[in-house]
């Protein structure tokens, strides 16, 4: 009885260790956020979106030194939102391309000529 | 096996109470539900980036379950913030297959009506969205979160919002009559206090003892620079840095009840702590 007791005392501390504390390294989260730095910088979205741009690359920095330093938990934060940053700023560059698209297409009919 | 099924309960119960508190209203949370909101009032919006759209959705809804759960508000903003960039993203989404289309119009039919219609409302579209652009807001949205938390911080310290700045008062409670050691629980009491200068390192705090108008003014004098001296003292053994506190006895002055009743002078054996601003910077009384 007495061994049961401390078996399911170590069990319960157990529980509640990994109901607050676990949290594993964010290593698929980091390398999502750094594929989508990458392919914004490579897109040339720091032109359209600098500030977008300087948070996604700030953040992916900051998680990267988070996992240096086993803060699991604040780097998975700031590679979740370093990777949504670098998508907003490649969307943004679409827009202002896809807009400038629209006024030459524009411009082209009104005189006549072709774009 | 009884033993075991209960142990397991409170193990869990346990885990939850560890975890988790009441769900705070959110400031961060609502203003992506609301920008949220208003692009869904977008027939375009719909039209043209609906899987956007509904990774916007989902985004909200995990935010929501991150409140009702409890998490901190550093947990339930960040899923906020996601929400908010994704909500951004279906606006950009929505702007650029706009503009897309107003191409397309004005190749296929020339500089018709329609095309120009499509370029004005493709422009309108950009411009509003840039007038609420999720990023620019982002800076003003930790700056509340940041406030928000600190008002949290404050509220359980008991602190007041004076012209002084932020009072923390404590009771006599912490000494025992006549004396100017802290009692056994005076220290656990203070460990939010050291908390929060641990979290506000900039911050300063000014110490100020008080007793009632029993004894002599001299030995009341001295007694109260006394316990806010071992306040100091208690606050820096437990790693607040000592360059960050003043102290100053007023013994029996600024009484803030009357020293005719035995509980007004209870409330005036005090000691009050002055918290600086974020810049160290705090008033003299």
Known sequence: MRLMHLTCLAASTLLIAAGCASTPPPTEQVA??????DSAAVDGAPAYAPTETRLATEKLAAAQKAVAAKDYVLAKLLAEESQLDAQLAVRKMQTAKSSKAADEARKAASTGGTP | ?????????????????????????????????????????????VEFAGPEMTQAREAL???????????????????????????????????????????????AGGVGDKAAREVAAARLATQAKGAELAVANAGAQQDK?????LEMQ???????QTDRGDVITLGDVLFDSNRAELRAGGVRD??????????????TAMIEGFTDSQGTESGNFDLS????????????????????????GYGEAYPIASNTSAAGRQMNRRVEIILSDENGVSKPR
Not at chain 2, 154 to 160: E, I, M, P, W
Not at chain 2, 229 to 242: F, K, N, S
């Open chain 2, 190 to 203: 203070m460990g939010k206090l050291v908390e929060f200068m641990k979290n506000h390192p900039k911050r």
């Open chain 2, 61 to 107: 809804g995990a935010a929501d379950a991150a409140r009702t759960r409890g998490d901190t508000l550093r947990s339930v903003d960040h899923f906020a913030y996601l929400a908010q960039q994704r909500v951004a993203i279906a606006r950009e989404a929505t702007s650029a297959k706009t503009w897309d289309k107003a191409a397309a119009d004005a190749k």
């Open chain 2, 154 to 160: 404050l509220k359980a310290l008991g602190s007041k």
């Open chain 1, 32 to 37: 999502s956020a750094k594929a989508a730095v």
């Open chain 2, 1 to 45: 096996m009884n033993t075991h099924s209960i142990f397991t309960v409170t193990a869990l119960a346990a885990a939850l109470v560890g975890c988790g508190t009441v769900p705070q209203p959110n400031a961060a949370l609502d203003r992506a539900h609301a920008s949220y909101e208003l692009l869904q009032g977008d027939p375009k919006a």
């Open chain 2, 145 to 149: 979160a940041r406030a928000a938390e």
């Open chain 2, 225 to 248: 620079t006394r316990r806010a001296e071992t306040l100091r003292m208690a606050l820096i053994d437990q790693g607040v840095t000592a360059d960050r506190l003043r102290t100053r």
